[in-house]
């Protein structure tokens, strides 16, 4: 049996422009991405010059408005070249994921003028952004912030801790959500914050099983002053305008899922077609050609499944059941098939040598970020049998 690298993914893409894009995205990821993505992930290293290469090549504001920088590309493009980002480096791929989350609140809610102003810079000027809605004492209960923002006149003054920040401490803007009101969902407001403010600052970053070139860190929030015309939406609005952009990030989560558990496959693919044992590569053994197919079969599905909600987003149907369910079941897929990869290399997966083992620490955190799998099966329950009785 010979050898049999891993062909490139054939995609469903809706135009040539499309096609070219996803070309260029690939171009970029073998040149400035792959080949240094494992030893800059063992040393922490964050890519910022890779991220301002994309933001130069337009790949930074894909799926928003082209008046304003944006690539004007429906969700079902910007999340196949997000799987392509993260198959090379979770770091990058997360990170432009994250990077359109922060953006979300100003682009969907923001005036015209806070669009114009700031817009192109954050999609298309070299920026990288930090969504801060996660608090130490509130993660899945998202509605139990306590950062406040006080009005002093014509400002806002923002007081708190937000953690579990990607791009903490080195994001050039932050959209921040902050308590305005009274408790619960109905009081919190969305602020855009320069990410060089007073009284911003950054703890030690976090130190995390995986992800490692990727910098999350507590924000503290010590009396930052920020002028009324930075507040995104209306007063009270915040907690919606959080809502409708995890929505759109766990689509975001879903596709980089599937490009970590991609780039496992043809790992393993690789491995198990050049390793010979009792005279013939392990590929030819049942067991192994099984684990390969369930492997590949879940990719496709998880595939599928997050396209399917794209699809929804861009025809402007409801989507929140079906992001949760991407995020869920390409999230879980993404650990399985990681964990299977291992499997395939034996001793090997196991060793630093190889990136298998890189993979499968880095598929653990997706389970857990844009809401845990727990939160999305109580999101999905909710959607099937209505609100939970209490």
């Known amino acids: 049996m010979p050898d049999r690298a891993p062909q490139p993914v054939e995609r469903q893409l809706p135009t040539e422009e499309a096609r070219d894009l996803v070309a260029l995205v690939r171009d970029i990821v073998q040149r400035e991405v792959a080949p240094r993505a494992a030893e800059q992930e063992d040393a922490g290293y964050f890519p910022r010059e890779v991220f301002t290469l ?8 894909l799926p928003y408005d082209s008046e304003f920088g944006g690539g004007d590309q429906p969700y079902e493009v910007y999340l196949q070249v997000l799987e392509e980002l993260a198959s090379a480096r979770l ?47 509130s993660g899945s209960d998202a509605a139990s912030l306590r950062t406040k923002a006080v009005r002093d006149g014509d400002d806002w003054v923002i007081t708190g801790t937000k953690a579990w920040i990607t791009h903490g401490g080195i994001a050039d803007f932050c959209t921040v959500l902050a308590r305005t009101g009274g408790e619960g969902a109905r009081g919190i407001t969305a602020f855009l ?70 780039a496992a496959l043809d790992e393993a693919l690789t491995y198990a077609t050049g390793r010979l044992q009792f005279g013939r590569p392990i590929a030819d053994f049942q067991g192994l050609r099984f684990m390969l197919a369930d492997m590949a079969t879940q990719i496709e599905a998880g595939r599928a499944l997050y396209l399917a909600a794209a699809r929804l987003r861009d025809a402007g149907r409801p989507f929140s059941r079906q992001a949760a369910m991407a995020k869920l079941f ?59 009785t209490r």
């Open 54 to 61: 994309l933001s130069e090549s337009g790949l930074l504001g």
């Open 91 to 137: 770091t990058v791929g997360l990170g432009v994921s994250v990077h359109s989350l922060a953006c979300h609140a100003l682009a969907g809610y923001g005036t015209k003028e806070q669009q114009s102003e700031h817009l192109p810079a954050m999609l298309g000027g070299g920026l990288l952004g930090a969504y801060c809605l996660s608090e130490p004492s």
């Open 193 to 262: 914050v320069p990410g060089d403010a007073e009284g911003l600052s950054a703890a030690a970053p976090e130190k995390k099983m995986g992800m490692k070139g990727s910098p999350t860190a507590q924000l503290h929030f010590d009396g930052v002053r920020v002028p009324d015309s930075r507040r995104i939406g209306e007063e009270g609005q915040g907690f919606a305008i959080a809502l409708s952009a995890l929505d759109s990030g766990r689509l975001g989560i879903a596709a980089c899922a599937i490009g970590v558990a991609q």
């Open 330 to 388: 390409c999230t879980d897929a993404a650990m399985k098939v990681t964990t299977d990869a291992v499997q395939v290399l034996g001793g090997y997966g196991y060793t630093a040598d190889f990136p298998v083992e890189r993979f499968m620490r880095e598929a653990k955190v997706l389970q857990i970020v844009e809401g845990t799998n727990q939160i999305q099966r109580m999101v999905i329950a909710r959607h099937l049998a209505g609100p939970e």
